[in-house]
């Protein structure tokens, strides 16, 4: 059985930094691309950065790149998303997803099968 579970959300100040964690068991981590995604209240799942199996290869959406940066431990099943420079449109649940595909230009939920239930992430101004 697969599970997916991240932490490390909360609720931060405008300018301040988060680091979440997700931990994938039950698959061969290595085998699979992972990514982050937030979902704000009222609005569609976004993809905010994914990485390839290896590591080598990110991507990161427009609204957060220099801020976020995505890394993975493949010796822990573990995948990282160091925040940054937070500000209040970042507030949302933040969800961790395992992927058979990659995208060198996208984050697609469509090409992720696992995810984990989210953390929520919440800056104040």
């Known amino acids: 059985q697969v599970q997916v579970v991240e932490s490390g959300g909360g609720l931060v100040e405008a300018g301040g930094s988060l680091r979440l964690s997700c931990t994938a068991s039950?698959?061969?981590?290595?085998?699979?691309?992972m990514g982050w995604f937030r979902q704000a209240p009222g609005k569609g799942r976004e993809g905010v950065s994914c990485i390839r199996w290896s590591g080598r290869n990110t991507y990161y959406a427009d609204s957060v790149k220099g801020r976020f940066t995505i890394s993975r431990d493949n010796a822990k099943n573990t995948l990282y998303l160091q925040m940054n420079s937070l500000n209040p449109e970042d507030t949302a649940m933040y969800y961790c997803a395992a992927g058979t595909a990659w995208r060198p230009a996208a984050c697609l939920t469509s090409d992720f099968v696992y995810w984990g239930q989210g953390t929520q992430v919440t800056v104040s101004s």
């Open positions: 039950g698959l061969t981590f290595d085998g699979y691309a």
